[in-house]
C-alpha cells in the first residue's frame, strides 16, 4: 500500500502465493496396496511422529496433504475453540465439520452461518481475504514527511583525483649481477 510519509527503504508489496496452502479433503490415499483409503483429515489426526512417516516428498500423501505434511502453510486456520450448530448438532466444532462430505459442508458454510467466519480452512472462506499472502519484512515508515531530503552519502564532493609522477627506474643490467645493488 502507498504512503504519504517516505520510508528509508522501499517497502514491497505482498507476494501472493501461487495457490492457497491447504489439503484436498476430497482425496484419499492408500498406505500400502489394497489397504482401506485414507483421508487428510485422518493423517492430520495421527501423532506427528506417524504423521510425518507417511509424509515424505514423493509420497501421495505429500501432495494432496500439503498443509497436515508441512509442504506450504497460509494464515487461514479453523478456530479450534469453536462450537456452533450444524446439521441439526449443536456443539459441533471445525473438525466435525471437516468430517462431512463436500456437499454437506457446502451447505453449512455460508456466509451468515458461524462456521464460515470460525472454520475458515474447513469452510474456504480466507480466499481472497489476503490470509493466504506473505508479507515481505518492511521496516516501518517514517513518521511524517521530512521537510528537507536527507543528505547524501557524502557531506561535499570527494576531491578531484591527483596526478602523481614516478620516477623512472633504471633500465636492467644485461647480465645478472652477484649481489643485490641498492639505488
Same mark, same amino acid.
Given at each position: 500500500?502507498? $504512503?504519504?510519509?517516505?520510508?528509508?527503504?522501499?517497502? *514491497?508489496?505482498?507476494? *501472493?502465493?501461487?495457490?492457497?496452502?491447504?489439503?484436498?479433503?476430497? /482425496?484419499?490415499f492408500?498406505?500400502?496396496?489394497? +489397504?482401506?483409503?485414507?483421508?487428510?483429515q485422518?493423517?492430520?489426526?495421527? %501423532?506427528?511422529? !506417524?504423521?510425518?512417516?507417511f509424509?515424505?516428498? =514423493?509420497?501421495? /500423501?505429500?501432495?494432496?496433504?500439503?498443509?497436515?505434511c508441512?509442504?506450504?502453510?497460509?494464515?487461514?486456520?479453523?478456530?479450534?475453540?469453536?462450537?456452533?450448530?450444524?446439521?441439526?448438532? %449443536?456443539?459441533?466444532?471445525? +473438525?466435525?465439520? =471437516?468430517?462431512?462430505?463436500?456437499?454437506?459442508?457446502?451447505?453449512?458454510?455460508?456466509?451468515?452461518?458461524?462456521?464460515y467466519?470460525?472454520?475458515?480452512?474447513t469452510?474456504?472462506?480466507? !480466499?481472497?481475504? =489476503?490470509?493466504?499472502?506473505?508479507?515481505?519484512?518492511? !521496516? *516501518?515508515? $517514517?513518521?511524517?514527511?521530512?521537510?528537507? %531530503?536527507?543528505? /547524501? *552519502?557524502?557531506?561535499?564532493? $570527494?576531491? +578531484?583525483? #591527483?596526478?602523481? $609522477? !614516478?620516477?623512472?627506474?633504471?633500465?636492467?643490467?644485461? #647480465?645478472?649481477?652477484? #649481489?643485490?645493488?641498492? #639505488?
Amino acid at each position: 500500500v502507498p $504512503t504519504n510519509s517516505p520510508t528509508p527503504y522501499p517497502t *514491497p508489496p505482498p507476494v *501472493p502465493t501461487s495457490d492457497p496452502c491447504d489439503d484436498d479433503l476430497d /482425496a484419499t490415499f492408500t498406505l500400502i496396496p489394497f +489397504a482401506p483409503a485414507k483421508n487428510c483429515q485422518w493423517l492430520a489426526s495421527r %501423532p506427528t511422529v !506417524i504423521r510425518f512417516s507417511f509424509c515424505y516428498e =514423493g509420497s501421495l /500423501a505429500y501432495d494432496i496433504c500439503e498443509e497436515t505434511c508441512g509442504k506450504c502453510s497460509d494464515n487461514c486456520e479453523d478456530d479450534p475453540s469453536a462450537t456452533f450448530t450444524a446439521l441439526g448438532r %449443536p456443539n459441533a466444532d471445525c +473438525a466435525y465439520l =471437516g468430517g462431512l462430505s463436500s456437499a454437506e459442508i457446502q451447505s453449512v458454510c455460508q456466509p451468515g452461518h458461524p462456521s464460515y467466519s470460525l472454520c475458515r480452512e474447513t469452510c474456504n472462506s480466507c !480466499i481472497g481475504d =489476503g490470509s493466504s499472502q506473505t508479507s515481505a519484512p518492511i !521496516i *516501518p515508515p $517514517t513518521p511524517a514527511p521530512t521537510s528537507q %531530503p536527507t543528505p /547524501a *552519502p557524502t557531506p561535499s564532493p $570527494t576531491p +578531484a583525483p #591527483q596526478l602523481v $609522477t !614516478i620516477a623512472e627506474t633504471p633500465a636492467p643490467t644485461p #647480465q645478472p649481477t652477484p #649481489q643485490p645493488t641498492l #639505488q
